[in-house]
Structures are given as structure tokens and as C-alpha cells.
Nanobody, 121 residues
């Protein structure tokens, strides 16, 4: 399983940005997918996850109502649509894949490289 994230960049507060993560093998292995982030001088934290099959979603409270995770199994890709971005959303964002349980436990086995999101005026 290999994951490749893209879509980061600079954005103003209140703006929107969409991240993508292409995963080779996620659909074949029926893996759920998710996003994590790591802000400067902070530990990596869970952001959102979406299950394989039913597409159940789960979000950390800090992004509920502002971020939306979705997946396109035909293209083995997971997306994170971010809106109403805040300074505190500045971080390196990582995509990940594994069972839904492991994602929610914050222990996925497969990680993509990060993509930087910078919220700045």
C-alpha cells in the first residue's frame, strides 16, 4: 500500500482548501482511510476517517462542520475538503490507511508523505 498526498498550500483565514490522497491498493485491501495533521511543536493528531464500504465518517471535534472527508474508490483516492480555515489548522497533513478501528485508535499502519497547509493573512 502506497499513499501520495497533494493539495496543500497557503490559504487565508476563512478560506478553503482541498487535499487529495491517492492510494495504491486501498480499495483492493478494503482499507479505510483517514487524515492526520502535525502542527509545529505539537504531536501528530487525528483529523478524520472514512470507512471502506459504508463510508462511515468520524471527525475530531475541532474540525466538525468545517472539514469533510470523502473517498472515490474507483480512483483509490481520499479527499479532505477544508473550509472556514483557522490559524490553528496550520499543519502538515498526512493521509493514512488501515482498518477503521486502527484509524480511530490513531495507529494506522500505512502513511503517506505530508502536505503543508499554512493558514496566514
Amino acid at each position: 500500500v502506497q499513499l501520495q498526498a497533494s493539495g496543500g498550500g497557503p490559504v487565508q483565514p476563512g478560506g478553503s482548501l482541498s487535499l487529495s490522497c491517492a492510494c495504491s491498493g486501498c480499495t483492493s485491501w478494503r482499507y479505510s482511510m483517514g487524515w492526520f495533521r502535525q502542527a509545529p511543536a505539537k504531536d501528530r493528531e487525528f483529523v478524520a476517517a472514512i470507512s471502506w464500504g459504508l463510508g462511515r465518517t468520524y471527525y475530531v471535534d475541532a474540525v466538525k462542520g468545517r472539514f469533510a472527508i470523502s473517498r472515490d474508490d474507483a480512483n483509490d483516492t481520499v479527499y479532505l475538503q477544508m473550509s472556514s480555515l483557522e490559524f490553528e489548522d496550520t499543519a502538515v497533513y498526512y493521509c493514512a490507511a488501515d482498518s477503521y478501528t486502527n484509524l480511530l485508535r490513531r495507529t494506522p499502519r500505512y502513511w503517506g508523505q505530508g502536505t503543508q497547509v499554512t493558514v496566514s493573512s
